[in-house]
């Protein structure tokens, strides 16, 4: 029986994001010790505070904010004896999840995370960039339905609802393509904005963000994965260092898929999976092959436990 771990991506804007799980467990105050280290943000900040209004820093913190809070969830397991046979992210998340397989050490990836700061954002004069969430019939080829849009691509895919009926895309581009998209598409697909989402991630008009961070990637030291860490760029299990590395640096510019993620979990024998922190769909939105558990405080953790033990997850010495 495997368990898997999937990790989303986005960012937390919520204050109180990991108090809980700071305030009640030594090792998660180690694990943000060591972030506030490698970032030069304080703990308050990372679980306490407001985020900033500027774009690059609040979006800079937030993702330090959900990458810690993933990694915490994951140590507080990891002390109960639960312990991931393989592990998967979408954008954010396929970063930390390189960390939990142990091909990156934790401070090299705050150390790259905390460098987003200084990413440029679209600002006063440049055309308006978003995302918005698509949905369409489950035979259709979401790229078709965008042919012939310039200026918005698919960005993020999460496979088939729960009902079979739909999938959903997130899209990325100007804000004008989009609406042009939301207008244009054929009968059975609406497109809507998702709002506070002012950039085109995981699309060629965040390439800058991809040539930014590639120095640091080039810099970092990157292990092969004590366990394997399953790909959300392609349908693919990854094995090696040099490997990760890619990810790390396709990762800002090119469409991530949620169902890759599941799809190969699947056909590596996955039969549970644990979500940890935010950025996935919740629970009965997706058609997924085995049960998820989402994880986010702790009063989710009790569920978590049951549920590995009632699928006969072995656990490991603390």
């Known amino acids: ?7 989303g991506g986005g960012f937390i804007d919520g204050p109180s994001t990991g108090l809980d799980l700071y305030e009640q467990y030594p090792t998660v105050r180690a694990l943000y010790e060591e972030v506030t280290d490698a970032t030069g943000f304080t703990v308050e900040q990372i679980t306490r505070e407001e985020l900033p209004d500027e774009l690059a820093l609040r979006w800079c913190l937030g993702e330090i904010r959900q990458g810690a ?9 990891a002390e109960h004896g639960i312990r991931p046979a393989m592990v998967g992210g979408l954008s954010l998340g396929a970063l930390t999840a390189a960390v939990m397989s142990g091909s990156l050490r934790r401070r090299e990836l705050f150390g ?3 460098t987003k700061r200084d990413i440029r954002y679209p600002g006063p004069g440049d055309p308006e960039e978003g995302l918005a969430l698509m949905s369409m019939p489950v035979d259709a080829d979401p790229a078709a339905y965008l042919a012939g849009i310039d200026g918005v691509y698919p960005a993020i895919h999460f496979g088939p609802t729960n009902d079979g009926e739909s999938r959903i895309t997130v899209i990325a581009g100007y804000q004008d393509a989009i609406a042009k998209a939301a207008a244009d598409v054929p009968t059975g697909c609406v ?6 989402r002012p950039f085109a991630a995981h699309s060629p008009l965040w390439k800058h963000a991809s040539d930014f961070l590639e120095p640091h990637v080039a810099a970092a030291t990157f292990a092969d994965p004590r366990i394997p860490v399953v790909n959300s760029l392609a349908p693919e299990t990854i094995t090696t260092g040099e490997a990760v590395r890619q990810m790390f640096s396709r990762n800002p510019a090119e ?10 979990m699947w056909r590596n024998g996955t039969k549970l999976a644990f979500a940890l922190g935010s950025g996935v769909p919740p629970a009965g939105v997706l058609k997924l092959p085995f049960p998820v558990v989402y994880l986010e405080t702790v009063d989710d953790l009790a569920e978590a436990f049951t549920a590995a033990d009632d699928a006969g997850i072995e656990r490991s010495a603390a």
Do not use: F, K, R
Not at 1 to 7: E, G, K, N, T
Not at 69 to 77: F, G, R, T
Not at 191 to 196: I, K, Y
């Open 112 to 114: 790259i995370l905390s």
């Open 255 to 264: 469409p991530v898929s949620l169902a890759y993620l599941y799809e190969e």
């Open 191 to 196: 497109v809507t904005p998702l709002p506070n």
């Open 1 to 7: 029986m495997a368990l898997a771990y999937i990790l």
């Open 69 to 77: 809070l993933q990694l915490a969830l994951h140590d507080v397991l």
